[in-house]
């Protein structure tokens, strides 16, 4: 397993980034079901399918799984892109 203070950063990093989503995606659409879309997707696909198609080999702790470097990578990425997108100054969202 990888070393605790690294899981919990890379949890809180990908909490970070899922907000930023999150927020764009309520702001966007005025509802929270998108929202709560994405968690159930995340939670469904995390645990159900990216858990057992990765390896459990000893140094793959640090990558896969939710506390690993993976998704917060992942997620940090998908937030760069929600942040960049984010609507212009003037516009109501």
Do not use: Q
Request: a negative charge.
């Amino acid at each position: 397993a990888a070393p605790l203070p690294f899981e919990l950063a890379c949890f809180g990093l990908m909490l970070l980034a899922m907000s930023v989503v999150s927020a764009r995606l309520r702001l966007e659409t005025g509802s929270v079901w998108p929202v709560i879309l994405l968690h159930a997707a995340h939670n469904a696909l995390l645990y159900s399918a990216f858990e057992d198609l990765t390896s459990s080999a000893p140094g793959d702790a640090w990558w896969r799984g939710e506390f690993g470097a993976a998704v917060a990578v992942a997620a940090g990425l998908v937030a760069a892109v929600a942040w960049a997108l984010k609507a212009p100054e003037g516009r109501a969202s």
